[in-house]
C-alpha cells in the first residue's frame, strides 16, 4: 500500500476553528516523516468510530467541507483514496473533547461521512509516544509531499 500525505498537522487557534493549540504553544506541527515511514504497522489499525475523532472543521460538517475545503477547495477531497487508513492519536486535546484526534486524513473522513460510513479503520497511536515528533515550524503554510510504501 502506497501511503500519501499531504501535509503535517498544526496545533494553533482560529476564531473559526477553536482551540487546537498544544500545551498553549501558540503554534506547533507534528513532523509525520517519521511515523509515516516506520511507524504504521498493521497493530496499530483498529476499526473506530468516526464520531470519536476531532478534525477541524468537523463542526461545520456538511458546509464549508468537501468540495469546498477551505484548505484546497475540494481538490484534496477528490483526489483522496478513502480506502487508506487515516492516522487518529488518543491522549491529545481538541475543541470537541473527542478521544481521538485526526493527524492525517482530515479529506478522507469527510469522504466516509459523505459516504454514510459510520466507522473506519485508522492507525492508532498514543499521543504521548510521538509529541516529540513536535516541531516549532514557522513555515506551516508549505505543504510536504510525502509518498511511502507501507506493509510491505
Ligand atoms: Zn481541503
Redesign the pocket.
Known sequence: MNYSHNNNPRFFYTYENGNWQFEGHELKVLDLTFIIQSMLTEDRLKTINLKEIAWRGKHHFPYG?GNN?????????RECDPTIPGIIAYNCSNPYDNKYRMLDG??RI?RLLFEGKTKSKFYVFDFNDIKHFMRDDKNWNKPTKIIVEVNK
Open positions: 467541507v475545503c477551505k484548505c484546497c477547495g475540494g481538490k484534496a477531497f482530515r479529506h469527510m
